[in-house]
């Protein structure tokens, strides 16, 4: 697949190494083109790597989307996006409202720190990543989530309030219960 990363920070460049060695063509969309990612890969500016990906995935500050959405909503349009973004401490912590309206939502990739996103293995098994897709991208934000090394399990369609709770889920027992980040969620099924 091609997927356009937005953002060269931590979480960019910890899902684009991954997805890169798992054989996807990553590119980087940033205000800074023509500079090399952190770990290698293409970084072009925003309109360019927004011209033709099979997916985009969102991992630039929360508070920064509605600016993309300003600049780049046309190119947004229809497109399938996987928001990994957190806005802490707001009321919604997902980024939807400041997307266009069109885009083929999906939520992953905000519910663990990025440790655990760029070593998704415990004692041998893989750390689940719980995520909300439209029903028809099920299967590629699952091929993204496996790309990066994560079980994915698919919680339906527009669920990402759920996801969101997951999230909060993670900041109690990593930080405010002082478990530390290193801290994964796994579903058990009988
Ligand atoms: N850190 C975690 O463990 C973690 C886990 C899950 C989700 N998240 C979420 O993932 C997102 C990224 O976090 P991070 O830790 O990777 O942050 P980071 O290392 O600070 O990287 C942020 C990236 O966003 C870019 N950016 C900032 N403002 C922008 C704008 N207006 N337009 C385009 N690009 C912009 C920055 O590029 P410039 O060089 O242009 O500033 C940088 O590449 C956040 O929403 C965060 O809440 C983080």
């Not at 780049?72 to 707001?90: P, Q, S, Y």
């Not at 083929?104 to 995520?131: C, K, S, W």
């Not at 759920?162 to 930080?175: N, V, Y």
Request: zero cysteines; glycine letters at 14%; proline letters at 5%.
């Amino acid at each position: 697949m091609k997927i356009a990363l937005i953002g060269t920070g931590f979480i960019g460049t910890t899902l684009g190494s991954s997805l890169a060695d798992a054989g996807h063509e990553v590119v980087y969309g940033s205000r800074h083109p023509g500079e090399s990612a952190p770990g290698g890969g293409t970084v072009a500016s925003i309109g360019e790597v927004l011209a033709d990906p099979d997916v985009v995935i969102l991992a630039l500050p929360g508070a920064a989307v509605a600016e993309l959405t300003a600049a780049h909503g046309d190119a947004l349009a229809g497109k399938l996006v996987i928001d990994a973004t957190n806005r802490m401490g707001a009321e919604v912590a997902n980024a939807r409202a400041s997307l266009p309206p069109t885009v083929r939502y999906a939520r992953a990739f905000n519910t663990l720190g990025g440790e655990n996103m760029a070593d998704p293995v415990f004692g041998g098994e893989r750390a689940d990543m719980f995520f909300s897709a439209p029903s028809g991208d099920r299967e590629a934000v699952e091929t993204v989530i496996a790309g990066v090394g994560l079980r994915p399990i698919y919680v339906g369609e527009d669920e990402e309030a759920i996801i969101d709770a997951l999230f909060q889920l993670w900041i109690a027992l990593a930080m405010r219960q002082g478990r530390g980040r290193r801290l994964a969620l796994r579903l058990l099924e009988g």
